[in-house]
């Protein structure tokens, strides 16, 4: 009868720990989720520079900006911010979005690089940052 009586409060606690949320893993860390936001803002904003001369490092800055996303995101989850966001059109200095861009992959560099990375994400951070090096080798001639 005992066993009986404890067999209720038992499979209780077994239902409610099912249904309990995962905990989160470390490497979803603010500063990731921060990267990727700066990330896809520097994306946006080179991808309205229009200015001919500077044309193809901005592509492949762009492509290079994806790439690092894409490897962020690996350990971090996405967090729900628009990946189409387009800043708003600035005038004066034809060079805006290409400067804005460069300061917004800075601080995102500086957040990947200050992360930490898991055994099991096997070099996201060093990739990312590296693709993240190479978009700002690429953008710096045109500064």
């Known amino acids: 009868m005992r066993f009986q009586s404890l067999m209720v409060p038992a499979f209780a606690l077994l239902t409610l720990a099912g249904l309990a949320p995962a ?85 995102a560099r500086h957040d990947v690089d200050h992360g930490f990375d898991l055994p099991e994400n096997r070099g996201l951070r060093e990739r990312s940052v590296q693709h993240i090096d190479r978009a700002l080798e690429l953008l710096t001639p045109y500064l």
Request: charged share 25%.
């Open 23 to 107: 905990p989160q893993a470390q490497a979803q860390m603010p500063a990731y989720l921060h990267a990727i936001s700066d990330l896809r803002a520097a994306r946006e904003y080179l991808r309205t520079d229009a200015r001919p001369r500077s044309a193809a490092a901005r592509e492949a800055a762009i492509q290079e900006i994806s790439r690092a996303i894409d490897e962020i995101k690996i350990a971090a989850r996405d967090d729900g911010k628009n990946p189409f966001f387009t800043p708003p059109p600035q005038g004066g200095d034809p060079a805006w979005p290409l400067h804005s861009a460069v300061r917004l992959l800075r601080e």
